[in-house]
């Protein structure tokens, strides 16, 4: 699909690595957070057409910090869960 590796905690997808970078799920209630670091989400190119995914790229400084790191975590869980639901 994207060309990179799914994780999972407790079976939901919740993050991804591509192109040697990690991707965390995110949704209204988590974005704001990705967005003070700067980040950007993740997209791939599909038969010319440019597809954005729901998963934004892990800021470095919440990579380095176990607490934090545990509780974007637990976020991004709850997000995949949240659009699970909506499936």
Do not use: C
């Not at 590796?5 to 997808?13: M, R, T």
């Not at 003070?36 to 997209?43: G, I, N, T």
């Amino acid at each position: 699909m994207f060309g990179g590796w799914g994780i999972y905690k407790d079976k939901i997808f919740f993050a991804l690595i591509a192109n040697g970078k990690l991707y965390f799920r995110v949704g209204n209630d988590t974005r704001a957070h990705y967005e003070k670091y700067e980040s950007h989400p993740f997209v791939y190119d599909t038969k010319g057409k440019k597809i954005t995914m729901s998963y934004w790229l892990l800021p470095e400084e919440i990579l380095e910090d176990q607490e934090i790191l545990i509780k974007w975590v637990d976020d991004a869980v709850e997000e995949a869960k949240k659009s699970k639901k909506k499936i």
